[in-house]
């Protein structure tokens, strides 16, 4: 049974920092892309970083590029997005997801099969 499960949210002042951990259980990714989203009550689901497993290739929202990463380390079946200078606006709900087809230029923008139950990260001005 694949499970994807989000930890690392929390509150922070905006300029501060925090690294979100995605551990995988169940599925072995290999070619093929995750991501992380977020989503805020009232709001459809955003992509904030993608990456191709397979190559490292990574895809950010406009909104947060140059200030979040996204990596993984695949011995420990573990995704991570760093997160720097963070605002107000990027108070959500981040979920990861797994196994979204790489079509060889970049990786789905929402299709993926498996997502975590999510962690919150909240923001104060």
């Known amino acids: 049974q694949v499970q994807l499960r989000e930890s690392g949210g929390g509150s922070v002042p905006a300029g501060g920092s925090l690294r979100l951990t995605c551990t995988v259980s169940g599925y072995a990714y290999s070619s093929n892309c995750m991501g992380w989203f977020r989503q805020v009550p009232g709001k459809a689901r955003e992509g904030v970083a993608r990456i191709y497993v397979g190559g490292g290739t990574t895809t950010y929202a406009d909104s947060v590029k140059g200030r979040f990463t996204i990596s993984k380390d695949s011995a420990k079946n573990i995704l991570y997005l760093e997160m720097t200078s963070l605002k107000s606006e990027d108070t959500a709900m981040y979920y990861c997801?797994?196994?979204?087809?790489?079509?060889?230029?970049?990786?789905?923008?929402?299709?993926?099969?498996?997502w975590g139950q999510g962690t919150q990260v909240t923001v104060s001005s």
């Open positions: 997801a797994a196994e979204g087809a790489w079509d060889g230029v970049s990786c789905p923008r929402s299709e993926y099969n498996f």
